[in-house]
């Protein structure tokens, strides 16, 4: 492996490209401590140029350290198909179905997977048969995009009265917005390397809201790791992980986050096929508190890339 070539993708067009590009920087210095030949390229909206960049480079596998639209989408993964690419991550389809928020939830509901009820908003102003009327979820509500992530664009409102100016936010970032009831109880999240569950990780932020400023700003959160669960929930959780991850799709890695109940019901809240992997990312605390360092599971995502 030594001597392979690796085109890394980072920055992106994304809401999310300054964590993006955190990512990016984290993963090609672990690559090049282990004497691989690292070759980054950050991505912008003309994919011509990207296929143009690629042909140039030669590498034998992509990483993918892209966030957000371009990068979690599948928009990179069908360019990577198309040039008969190696990269690592989710596949096309996977990677659609995990960005958008209301097609994963359906699918999880199918697996019999419990997620917060929901209703949509579209800025058209249509429905679907079977979305549950706003009327019937009650407040504190959460109201977010339905295909952003890093907590972009995300509000939680506990009365009607400001439920206007939080889809307004929201509506930013995209033409259709998802408004589902919040959970009380814990936040914690979990995970999946190769196709194994690593330990549950319970985010305590100082502010009581886990939103971009708390998850990026170092001291602003505070972790457990693992998480202070009995056994028997810890693995029902981490089981329940794996399936939302094996219901998508997905390969290699993700990140399955959740929400538990005070009556001990896990909820989940979306599976994010390209875990960040800052100096503050959640997948590596879990990996560190399963033996595994930075290193180490920087080449385990890209080995699976090479055995597909």
């Not at 990512?23 to 090049?32: C, E, H, K, P, Y």
């Not at 966030?67 to 996977?94: M, N, W």
């Not at 908003?121 to 295909?147: D, M």
Request: aromatic share 6%; glycine share 10%; proline share 6%.
């Amino acid at each position: 492996m030594e001597k392979m070539r690796i085109a890394l993708l980072l920055g992106g067009p994304s809401s999310e490209r300054e964590v993006s590009l955190k990512t990016g920087g984290a993963v090609a210095s672990a690559l090049r401590k282990k004497g691989l030949d690292v070759v980054e390229l950050d991505v912008g909206e003309d994919l011509s140029k990207l296929v143009e960049d690629l042909k140039r480079v030669e590498p034998q596998v992509v990483f993918i350290a892209l966030h957000g639209a371009f990068g979690e989408d599948g928009v990179i993964q069908g360019v990577l198909e198309y040039l008969g690419l190696s990269y690592t991550g989710s596949g096309v389809l996977a990677s659609a179905l995990a960005m958008d928020k209301l097609a994963s939830k359906r699918l999880f509901s199918y697996h019999g997977i419990p997620v917060p009820r929901y209703t949509i908003f579209r800025r058209e102003g249509w429905t679907l048969p079977g979305e549950v009327p706003l009327e019937e979820l009650s407040y504190p509500l959460v109201v977010k995009p339905a295909a952003e992530g890093s907590t972009i664009g995300v509000s939680i409102v506990d009365k009607e009265e400001v439920l206007e100016a939080a889809l307004r936010k929201a509506y930013k970032y995209g033409d259709t917005v998802l408004v589902e009831e919040y959970i009380e109880g814990r936040e914690i999240t979990v995970g999946i390397l190769g196709d194994e569950p690593l330990p549950v990780i319970e985010i305590i932020p100082e502010t009581g809201f886990y939103d971009y400023r708390a998850k990026y700003t170092p001291g602003l959160t505070r972790y457990e790791v693992p998480a202070k669960l009995p056994r028997d929930m810890a693995l029902m959780v981490q089981d329940m992980a794996l399936l939302a991850h094996r219901a998508l799709g997905c390969k290699d890695v993700s990140r399955v986050d959740f929400r538990l109940s005070e009556d001990g019901t896990p909820y989940v809240l979306e599976v994010n096929t390209i875990p960040g992997m800052t100096e503050t990312s959640l997948l590596p605390k879990a990996a560190a508190a399963a033996g595994i360092s930075f290193e180490e599971l920087v080449l385990r995502i890209l080995e699976s890339a090479l055995k597909k």
